[in-house]
């Protein structure tokens, strides 16, 4: 047999772990190599302990020396579970209690919101104005809702949905709205003032469907609560 074969049996021989073929197999090679037998004496030396030890250390060691590579397999499997399974909450949970899914409409109710701009702590310049949102209330209880802008545009909202957690307050609506200076003119998000056109809209995206919100739609809302 090759010798780095029996080499790399020499520590399990040593222990004591080997089967009996094995072990055979070793002592024969052991018995016409002169290296290997070097090997496995300075090898045996390292794995036992001085004669100093006495016989309490050696039966404590044995228990150490059963702990073969398929039980170690075994502990680092379990390891590897338990980590994923962590991520796996961890991820669950932010999922389902932070980033949310798209909402059904079905489930959202929809109520307008006026606040006068004076109210509303706005720049004395449009203090004559007034803000129209769009309140998003889920219909399932233990829910909150909440708006996220669509790949970066102002105009385009998902309406998201998660659950409530045990320590919330209080419910969670989704918001948007516009900032109008009259019945015709709405504050840009820049702070411009822009004359409203007749495709000048709000697009909301529910998980079915998306619902368009046309600014002068919203300002008729406005002059009706101003």
């Not at 045996?44 to 398929?70: I, V």
């Not at 390891?79 to 399974?85: K, R």
């Not at 109520?111 to 769009?134: H, I, K, Q, T």
């Not at 609506?173 to 411009?192: I, K, P, Q, R």
Request: overall charge negative; some cysteine; glycine content about 6%.
């Amino acid at each position: 047999m090759h010798c780095d074969i029996i080499r790399d049996l020499l520590p399990s021989y040593i222990d004591g772990l080997t089967s009996e073929a094995s072990t055979k197999l070793v002592e024969e090679h052991l018995a016409q190599c002169p290296q290997c037998r070097s090997c496995y004496e300075a090898m045996k030396n390292e794995a036992y302990p001085s004669p100093a030890a006495t016989p309490g250390d050696l039966q404590d060691l044995q228990p150490l020396k059963k702990l073969n590579r398929k039980v170690k397999r075994r502990v680092i499997a379990a390891v590897l579970i338990a980590v994923v399974c962590c991520i796996g909450l961890f991820g669950g949970y932010q999922y389902f209690c932070n980033y949310g899914w798209l909402a059904s409409s079905e489930n959202v109710e929809i109520r307008y919101e006026f606040v006068s701009a004076a109210e509303y702590g706005d720049a004395e310049e449009n203090s004559e104005g007034g803000v129209v949102g769009l309140v998003f209330h889920s219909k399932n209880e233990g829910r909150n809702l909440y708006c996220v802008t669509y790949h970066g545009d102002e105009w385009t909202y998902e309406v998201k949905e998660y659950f409530e957690t045990p320590w919330s307050s209080f419910p969670v609506n989704g918001y948007c709205s516009v900032t109008f200076l009259d019945a015709e003119h709405y504050y840009d998000s820049d702070g411009t003032i822009q004359t409203i056109d007749d495709d000048d809209a709000i697009q909301v995206r529910f998980k079915d469907k998306t619902e368009t919100f046309y600014l002068k739609d919203l300002a008729e809302q406005y002059v009706a609560e101003s």
